[in-house]
């Protein structure tokens, strides 16, 4: 290796250190890196950098540790907490200052920073010191221009002239980069700098939402996922996912824990509450192992926006929390002013009527909440969620699709299903579309278990089917009640959906490759 190939940055866990590693990392220079603790979770996004494997060691190094650096030096914010400068862009952007004082501003992109550093240091012109800085301008032409680039985000009311003498105010007009531009150095739009800066939250990832979580990536947002165990393998694939090395932060938390769901929380413009107990096939939960989760979790999460003063929050509920409503005028459709009777569904049986109960209840908490919120609140009521599995372990929904197809099932009731993808559309929609208010159901394909049945057998003549259907015992009027669900008030938003097929079909690739299903 060339010895100029090896170089040191102290403090490289920083704001812009982590830029400047990554960009020395991707020029093929070996980094040493210096950190107060290397162990320290805080420094883990390094570790994730392209090449760090192999040409980034971390040294353990205080600026008053003479010994350390000694041995260190032989050879859009990418860290995970939020820096100083970072801050006062987000207060801006959030609401969180009433008025500001009307000075001057020079801001610089944190990787044009990182860019100029890198110039300076290969360039054998460079001598003496340089002036990094791309947009002057003051306070208020700053947030006219965010108030253009994001029209319905809260802003400071308004600004106070400088009280200071004149002449001071003057003098700090004008900030010259003529010198570092005459290098080399070009630096980024204002736009595209403050673009970049914005941030979003996301909750869990199981089924749902691995499949939210790798949209938000690729449309450019920075996650907060938070998980039960951040190290816990099932969760592996969320860290593969496009981006996430550089914009998603797993945080550990229970549904049940305040404090931890409150940082990872905190800086969020938004969050989608998609975490809730699901019965899964053999292994039924009790109705505390169901209820009471789902609702102190809500509960949690709603609380932890509000003290975060988070702007948009869209919970996912369920079909379940809009059909059980056994009043619901029979020869009409059931939309979104529908909701499950919480009384008819405890005299039912089976343990589902647990989890249909849990979010009904959950539901009715979090559009309870809005009222008194300042945060603007959407649920989501998704039917049977099937398609394609980004997570390795088979989730509730899917196994009862699998079942249908690998002859694990001898007879089937002939039921009233319905089905919806799970790639996430329906939540990005309403989280990102300024006219989602209320509840929207989410379902596209209405059918009979028999009627899927021939799809299946139609599709896949080699596979297995049931070989009888039991007809319906229950009650007839119970049967009606189940057969109408409507989505208009989503697909007036703008939401399109995936034929049957298509999602079908996406199933039984995504269970080949993941080995639940052999070849017939
Ligand atoms: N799939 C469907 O057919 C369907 C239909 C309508 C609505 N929904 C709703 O969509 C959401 C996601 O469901 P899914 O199908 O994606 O199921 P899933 O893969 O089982 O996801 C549920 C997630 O919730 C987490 N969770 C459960 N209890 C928790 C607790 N006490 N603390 C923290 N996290 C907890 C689970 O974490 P662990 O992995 O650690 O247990 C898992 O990540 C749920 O709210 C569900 O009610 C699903």
Not at 248 to 257: I, V
Request: charged residues 30%; aromatic residues 10%.
């Amino acid at each position: 290796m060339e010895e100029n190939q090896r170089v040191c940055v102290t403090g490289s866990g920083g704001y812009i250190a982590s830029w400047l590693v990554k960009f020395l990392l991707s020029r093929g220079y070996t980094v040493h890196g210096t950190v107060r603790d290397p162990c320290d979770g805080k420094n883990e996004h390094l570790k994730k950098l392209d090449y760090a494997a192999e040409n980034l060691k971390l040294f353990k190094a205080d600026l008053f540790d003479y010994e350390a650096l000694s041995s260190a030096f032989s050879g859009p914010r990418l860290q995970s907490k939020l820096n100083s400068s970072s801050l006062g862009l987000l207060k801006f952007i959030k609401g969180g200052i009433n008025s500001f004082l009307s000075e001057q501003l020079y801001l610089v992109d944190v990787r044009d920073v990182a860019d100029a550093l890198l110039l300076v240091y290969e360039n054998q012109e460079a001598k003496g010191r340089y002036i990094c800085n791309s947009h002057s301008l003051d306070n208020n032409g700053l947030m006219e221009k965010l108030k253009k680039m994001y029209p319905n985000h809260n802003f400071p009311e308004s600004s106070a002239e400088e009280k200071g003498k004149e002449e001071v105010k003057e003098d700090r007009l004008r900030l010259s980069s003529e010198k570092l531009q005459s290098l080399g150095w070009k630096f980024r739009s204002l736009e595209e700098t403050i673009d970049d800066s914005v941030v979003s939250f996301e909750v869990a990832g199981g089924y749902i939402a691995s499949w939210l979580v790798k949209f938000l990536l690729s449309r450019g947002y920075t996650v907060h996922g938070t998980v039960r165990d951040p190290c816990d393998e099932k969760n592996e694939h969320l860290k593969k996912l496009d981006n996430a090395a550089k914009n998603l932060k797993l945080f550990k938390a229970d549904l049940f824990d305040y404090e931890a769901l409150s940082s990872a929380v905190f800086g969020c413009y938004g969050v989608f509450h998609v975490a809730c107990p699901v019965p899964f096939e053999g292994v039924p939960l009790t109705e505390e192992e169901l209820i009471k989760p789902a609702l102190t979790g809500t509960k949690n999460v709603l609380e932890a926006c509000s003290e975060a003063k988070v702007k948009k929050v869209v919970v996912v509920s369920s079909a379940a929390a809009v059909v059980y409503n056994p009043k619901w005028p029979k020869d009409v459709a059931k939309d979104e002013d529908c909701w499950s009777d919480t009384q008819y569904l405890r005299s039912l049986e089976g343990y589902w009527r647990y989890y249909d109960l849990a979010k009904t209840l959950m539901e009715r908490e979090a559009l309870e909440w809005s009222k008194n919120s300042l945060a603007d609140v959407v649920t989501v009521c998704p039917s049977i969620t099937i398609g394609p599995r980004l997570q390795y372990k088979l989730n509730s929904s899917s196994m009862g699709l699998l079942k249908f197809i690998t002859g694990g099932m001898k007879t089937l009731l002939n039921d009233q299903v319905y089905l919806v993808d799970v790639r996430a559309d329906a939540l990005l929609l309403v989280y990102e579309n300024q006219e989602a208010k209320g509840r929207y159901i989410c379902n596209s394909h209405s059918l009979q278990s028999n009627a899927l049945m021939e799809k299946l057998k139609n599709m896949y003549p080699n596979r297995n089917f049931p070989e009888s259907f039991t007809e319906w015992k229950g009650k007839e009027e119970v049967k009606e009640e189940r057969l109408r669900l409507s989505s208009e008030k989503l697909q007036n938003l703008g939401w399109k959906f995936r034929s049957l097929e298509e999602t079908i079909d996406d199933s039984m690739v995504s269970f080949e490759v993941a080995g639940d299903l052999p070849k017939p």
